[in-house]
């Protein structure tokens, strides 16, 4: 079974519902959109092209398999640190990003300046076997504090259960996670031209 991922798409790219209705060639209503979104209105091979086109995204992007866990975007990432969101959010792979085995990546939104990182930067992780950690020393990683809390920065220190990070940006402390329960490494950034 496939799901249509419009909503997605749309909303990663910043778009309302009329915003897209007005790019479509020729443009439609937002209500259409809306219907087409939610499966009220079937999505035609010509709705499919349109819609596409509009968003400047490939046809078949617009589609996934349910049975396909999508990235999400877990945290943003403030001046102040990482900020847990409420609700992830799907995060739109470049489609140089091949869908592989394993968990899904996590996403890193960045919302103001912080070390090398730019507002709009996604920074996309990988979930690591434990055993692995070794091989994540000196790049940057997420990491799962206690209530809900993220600690993100380079790691540089691992010692037993403890793993030390020392966030992006001048004049930082390194942040000391007990046993966590997956770190994940930082393998790609995408960065909005």
Excluded: H
Aim: hydrophobic share 45%; net charge positive; glycine share 8%.
């Amino acid at each position: 079974m496939m799901t249509n991922r419009i909503r997605d798409i749309r909303k990663a790219k910043g778009l309302t519902l009329a915003d897209l209705a007005a790019a479509c060639q020729p443009p439609t209503t937002a209500q259409t959109i809306g219907r087409l979104e939610t499966g009220m209105r079937q999505l035609s091979l010509g709705w499919m092209n349109k819609i596409a086109a509009a968003l400047g995204v490939e046809p078949a992007s617009l589609m996934r398999a349910e049975t396909a866990a999508p990235a999400q975007i877990v945290a943003d990432l403030t001046a102040s640190g990482p900020q847990a969101l409420t609700n992830p959010r799907e995060a739109l792979a470049p489609s140089a990003l091949a869908e592989g085995d394993g968990p899904p990546p996590l996403v890193l939104a960045v919302t103001e300046s912080v070390g090398e990182y730019r507002p709009g930067d996604l920074v996309w992780l990988r979930p690591l076997d434990p055993d692995a950690l070794q091989s994540a020393i000196n790049r940057d990683c997420l990491v799962p504090k206690p209530g809900g809390r993220f600690a993100f920065g380079r790691l540089i220190d691992r010692r037993g259960s403890l793993v030390g990070l020392l966030p992006p940006g001048a004049g930082q402390k390194q942040v000391v996670v007990d046993n966590p329960p997956w770190v994940a490494v930082a393998f790609m950034l995408v960065r909005a031209l």
